[in-house]
């Protein structure tokens, strides 16, 4: 019902694929890779991890488990800012709006 390219993002940095494990992941997913269809998975990639940090900041507020749901959030905001700050971020902004 949503977007694919959000669980296509989510397995790949779940995963920790590279930039070339990603090409092979579209290919896959596409039979070809163009850079627009790239450049949505690097970006949702992102969000992916946006999701995660704010399901681990409103378990802090609800969750009755023991579990360390600032450590969980921090790591996910941690990795969204490291891929979201790279040289090539508004590259691909760019890339994708051309979908």
């Keep these: 019902m949503g977007d694919p390219f959000f669980d296509l993002g989510n397995f790949s940095v779940n995963h920790e694929l590279s930039p070339e494990e990603d090409t092979w992941l579209i290919e896959a997913y596409d039979g070809e890779v163009r850079a627009p269809r790239l450049a949505r998975l690097a970006l949702m990639r992102v969000v992916s991890d946006f999701r995660e940090a704010l399901w681990g900041v409103l378990q802090q507020a609800i969750s009755t488990l023991d579990v360390d749901f600032v450590a ?4 996910h905001f ?3 800012l490291r891929n979201a700050s790279g040289p090539d971020f508004e590259l691909r902004l760019s890339e994708a709006a051309s979908d």
Excluded: V
């Design 72 to 75: 969980y959030a921090n790591e």
């Design 78 to 80: 941690e990795r969204l």
